[in-house]
């Protein structure tokens, strides 16, 4: 396309100095498609004063936000503790070296690690393993602590 619009520059500046006349329509097209191409350069479209930044989310909050009680529909911790330590499936305890480790949904896990937990609505939400000794664990999830049975020796 630049090649055509070259050429058809180079012909417009060439054959009118050779005597010869180029066809009015395709003169016109020439000029069109010049202007088309170096208008920008001539200051003939300005570019948009407010232009949006492409790399940033548009706001979506409210510019009042309703101030939400503690007591409202959000569940609390504790009950999403109770639901989501529920949802782990132990299934192996070991010592390695005297420290104790539990296998939790196929992953081994010790004291202080981040056990992750999808819920139903695709978030994943990371439960503190505090705790392990040989019959139970202790789970938290901010400052909330849940004491849990596992069976497995």
């Given at each position: 396309?630049?090649?055509?619009?070259?050429?058809?520059?180079?012909?417009?500046?060439?054959?009118?100095?050779?005597?010869?006349?180029?066809?009015?329509?395709?003169?016109?097209?020439?000029?069109?498609?010049?202007?088309?191409?170096?208008?920008?350069?001539?200051?003939?479209s300005s570019a948009p004063e407010n232009v949006a930044n492409?790399?940033?989310?548009?706001?979506?909050?409210?510019?009042?936000?309703?101030?939400?009680?503690?007591?409202?529909?959000?569940?609390?911790?504790?009950?999403?503790?109770?639901?989501?330590?529920?949802?782990?499936?132990?299934?192996?305890?070991?010592?390695?070296?005297?420290?104790?480790?539990?296998?939790?949904?196929?992953?081994?896990?010790?004291?202080?690690?981040?056990?992750?937990?999808?819920?139903?609505?695709?978030?994943?939400t990371f439960l503190l393993l505090k705790k392990i000794t040989?019959?139970?664990?202790?789970?938290?999830?901010?400052?909330?602590?849940?004491?849990?049975?596992?069976?497995?020796?």
């Amino acid at each position: 396309m630049k090649h055509r619009t070259l050429l058809l520059l180079l012909l417009a500046t060439i054959l009118p100095s050779m005597g010869a006349e180029l066809n009015p329509d395709v003169q016109k097209r020439a000029k069109q498609r010049i202007e088309s191409l170096l208008g920008n350069r001539r200051g003939a479209s300005s570019a948009p004063e407010n232009v949006a930044n492409p790399f940033v989310l548009p706001q979506t909050a409210p510019t009042n936000p309703v101030e939400q009680s503690p007591t409202g529909d959000l569940p609390l911790k504790g009950d999403i503790l109770t639901r989501l330590g529920a949802s782990l499936k132990v299934s192996g305890y070991i010592q390695t070296k005297g420290v104790p480790h539990l296998t939790i949904n196929r992953q081994t896990y010790r004291e202080n690690d981040l056990i992750p937990v999808r819920e139903g609505g695709g978030s994943v939400t990371f439960l503190l393993l505090k705790k392990i000794t040989e019959a139970d664990f202790i789970l938290e999830l901010d400052g909330v602590e849940l004491l849990q049975k596992h069976t497995v020796k």
